[in-house]
């Protein structure tokens, strides 16, 4: 799922020497153009390792996980790489054309999170409407109902038992998630004016030759 936030990396660097002033203002605005220019370099690169619509693997139902070992830590470990640098909130296996049941996300301020074989409890009966993006769906955002509260349950990839309650924009983030294990993507849970305009803006560009 891409981020719904800005990045905005402010500069704290605050000076206070008169007639440099504004020599070390231009520094800071250089600086800040380069570092937003590497992370956007950062973003397309990782970007380019998803599968981006209409990849067939999105469209895919993933697979139960049985064997938890170092090969699925390695998987984990580079979604969580790519979903940083991607910018993005979620992100799951069958976005890297992976079909198993895995997915990252980062809930809260203690770090990424990868949930295996997740399963969604009790969604409640409340439902709240916003607009979501998808790392698999270039510029799309489009309004997606989903429950605001869920009880996501799983394993984490040492095959231990992870729960978690969730609401809000966490609880929408693994709805998601978990849609992608079973190849929805979020143009099937929008209304049909924007399912219509989101095809459009994927709609392959002509090349011109
Ligand atoms: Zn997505």
Same mark, same amino acid.
């Given at each position: 799922?891409?981020?719904?936030?800005?990045?905005?990396?402010?500069?704290?660097?605050?000076?206070?020497?008169? @007639?440099?002033?504004?020599?070390?203002?231009?520094?800071?605005?250089?600086?800040?153009?380069?570092?937003?220019?590497?992370?956007?370099?950062?973003?397309?690169?990782?970007?380019?390792?998803?599968?981006?619509?209409?990849?067939?693997?999105?469209?895919?139902?993933?697979?139960?996980?049985?064997? $938890?070992?170092?090969?699925?830590?390695?998987?984990?470990?580079?979604?969580?790489?790519?979903?940083?640098?991607?910018? !993005?909130?979620?992100?799951?296996?069958?976005?890297? !054309?992976? /079909?198993?049941?895995?997915?990252? $996300?980062?809930?809260?301020?203690?770090?990424?999170?990868?949930?295996?074989?997740?399963?969604?409890?009790?969604?409640?009966? @409340?439902?709240?409407?916003?607009?979501?993006?998808?790392?698999?769906?270039?510029?799309?955002?489009?309004?997606? =109902?989903?429950?605001?509260?869920?009880?996501? =349950?799983?394993?984490?990839?040492?095959?231990?038992?992870?729960?978690?309650? /969730?609401?809000?924009?966490?609880?929408?983030?693994?709805?998601? =998630?978990?849609?992608?294990?079973? !190849?929805? /993507?979020?143009?099937?849970?929008?209304?049909?004016?924007?399912?219509?305009?989101?095809? !459009?803006?994927?709609?392959?560009?002509?090349?011109?030759?």
């Amino acid at each position: 799922m891409a981020d719904e936030h800005t990045h905005d990396h402010d500069d704290e660097h605050d000076d206070d020497h008169g @007639e440099h002033d504004h020599d070390h203002e231009d520094d800071a605005e250089a600086r800040k153009e380069f570092e937003e220019a590497q992370a956007e370099a950062i973003r397309r690169r990782a970007l380019s390792q998803i599968r981006q619509y209409p990849d067939v693997a999105l469209r895919m139902k993933a697979h139960e996980v049985s064997d $938890f070992n170092g090969e699925l830590v390695q998987l984990v470990e580079r979604m969580q790489i790519l979903m940083h640098d991607a910018q !993005g909130v979620g992100l799951a296996a069958t976005q890297l !054309g992976m /079909l198993r049941r895995v997915f990252v $996300f980062e809930p809260d301020e203690t770090g990424a999170k990868a949930v295996v074989n997740p399963r969604l409890i009790d969604p409640s009966e @409340e439902k709240e409407t916003d607009e979501e993006g998808c790392l698999s769906l270039r510029e799309v955002r489009v309004p997606v =109902e989903r429950s605001l509260r869920v009880t996501l =349950e799983g394993k984490d990839p040492a095959g231990e038992d992870v729960r978690y309650e /969730l609401e809000g924009l966490d609880a929408r983030v693994v709805q998601h =998630e978990v849609d992608h294990l079973d !190849g929805v /993507l979020i143009i099937d849970r929008t209304d049909a004016e924007h399912r219509k305009q989101a095809l !459009g803006t994927l709609r392959p560009q002509p090349v011109l030759r």
